[in-house]
């Protein structure tokens, strides 16, 4: 199993420009998250989906937007970067009992 | 709402010393808590869960309902030991978990 995956590993982008980072999970899970990680701030949560076909906001969504593929993939889409979403993202997903997430390699992004 | 506190943002210590990484919650229903570590560039790992009451890497962690505390303790510290360690809660029905803003322990030779 190769657990959780994201796409792609580095991104440098320039303001305005959109991308979309991919994530994609092996182990049947039902809930995926997007987290970013910043010094000094911990990891604070972008979307999740709680299931196959929902969708919801986090602590930090503004400049961006989801999709849930299917019970796999989960993509998370900058329409229009700006410097301050200069991060490292990472995906996450929970299967059931005990709750724990499990967290992809991350994507680390820069917006110039 | 749920908040986790992580008082010390750097923690240094002798490899051999005793290690306590401090993590404090606020949640009004029944929490479960991690801890996760980031190794240097690494993807966050789970460490421990309050549920199993379990020793990883010799690391140990007590749920403390009365100081609404979860400290992540070792009694001998390693050098690969060094690290970014996350205190999280989960809780309610979405699972979310809300993180600690983290502390980065270095254990010197």
């Known amino acids: 199993n190769a657990g959780v995956t994201q796409t792609p590993k580095f991104q440098v982008l320039k303001t305005g420009q959109s991308m979309t980072l991919q994530c994609a999970q092996d182990m049947n899970h039902n809930s995926m998250y997007w987290y970013r990680q910043d010094p000094g701030m911990g990891l604070r949560l972008i979307y999740y989906s709680a299931s196959e076909g929902t969708t919801d906001k986090g602590e930090v969504p503004n400049g961006y937007n989801v999709s849930r593929l299917n019970k796999r993939e989960f993509s998370l889409r900058l329409e229009s970067a700006a410097p301050s979403q200069t991060s490292v993202y990472f995906c996450?997903?929970?299967?059931?009992?005990?709750?724990?997430?499990?967290f992809g390699p991350g994507t680390r992004l820069t917006v110039t | 709402a749920q908040r986790v506190t992580q008082p010390e943002k750097l923690l240094s210590v002798f490899k051999g010393a005793p290690v306590e990484l401090k993590c404090n919650y606020s949640y009004s229903g029944s929490p479960e808590l991690f801890w996760y570590v980031q190794y240097s560039r690494q993807r966050l790992q789970l460490l421990l869960r309050?549920?199993s009451r379990e020793s990883i890497k010799g690391f140990t962690a007590d749920l403390n309902k009365g100081e609404t505390s979860f400290h992540l303790k070792k009694p001998f510290a390693q050098e690969e030991d060094s690290a970014m360690y996350y205190c999280?809660?989960?809780?309610?029905?979405?699972?979310?978990?809300?993180f600690g803003k983290g502390t980065l322990l270095t254990v010197n030779p």
């Open positions: 309050h549920i």
């Open positions: 999280a809660l989960s809780g309610g029905s979405n699972y979310k978990l809300t």
């Open positions: 996450a997903s929970r299967g059931g009992v005990p709750y724990e997430q499990y």
